[in-house]
């Protein structure tokens, strides 16, 4: 089964309105979490790493302050999109980094996607 | 920076094998990922190989890692049209962090 949940899988909004998305690892405690960005018929595009406890690590030509994330738990990071623009339209996913059950090595395990139309 | 590149299509014929090829730059790097993607969906981890393995097994997918040309390839058997989708290659990079190749689109034809 799923092993990390995102929430919602779908948004659609007007352009100006901020929307959050919901990272959850369900089976085990994340110290990082990821964030990334895929571009249609693109690979994904890593935009930060999220430590919990501490301020996310942003990568270059990602704005901290568009995107801001924040890692409240070891089972939960959030991603909110600022101001949203039709340019921020696009598939945000998240992973995990952690061990599942008889799991011998830390691995990413990514969550399901979320869909973000900025109207 | 690290790179991972991949073929961009590959198309088969349903029974018949599939084999997508991966090449990466970092040689440090611990852990090699094949990871799939289905139309709409996040990334499914497929099967991952150690790096001082050349060789693993899983069901009808086989890893063949050869270290010393960076060379990275995944064979599914018997390929379904199940198995439509984009494969990504990934390593993680020195600073920890996870690099993607472009990624394969993987059709299968009846």
Not at chain 2, 45 to 62: G, P
Request: proline letters at 3%.
């Amino acid at each position: 089964g799923a092993v990390v949940s995102q929430h919602p899988s779908w948004v659609i909004c007007k352009s100006g309105t901020s929307v959050k998305i919901e990272c959850r690892s369900l089976d085990f405690q994340a110290t990082t979490m990821f964030w990334y960005r895929q571009f249609p018929k693109q690979s994904l595009m890593l935009m930060a790493t999220s430590n919990e406890g501490s301020k996310a690590t942003y990568e270059q030509g990602v704005e901290k302050d568009k995107f801001l994330i924040n890692h409240a738990s070891l089972t939960l990071s959030t991603l909110t999109v600022t101001s949203a623009h039709p340019e921020d339209s696009s598939f945000y996913i998240c992973s995990a980094l952690g061990q599942v059950r008889e799991a011998r090595t830390d691995t990413q395990y990514f969550g399901p996607g979320t869909r973000l139309t900025v109207l | 920076g690290e790179d991972v590149e991949q073929s961009l299509f590959l198309s088969v014929r349903e029974g018949d094998s599939s084999v997508i090829n991966c090449t990466y730059t970092d040689s440090s790097s611990t852990y090699l990922y094949w990871y799939k993607q289905e139309p709409g969906a996040g990334l499914q981890l497929l099967t991952y190989i150690f790096s001082n393995m050349d060789m693993k097994q899983d069901q009808r997918l086989t890893v063949l890692l050869n270290k010393k040309d960076k060379h990275l390839s995944l064979r599914i058997a018997d390929t379904q049209t199940g198995d439509s989708a984009i494969y990504f290659c990934a390593e993680f990079d020195n600073t920890d962090k996870l690099i993607f190749g472009t990624g394969t689109r993987l059709q299968v034809f009846p």
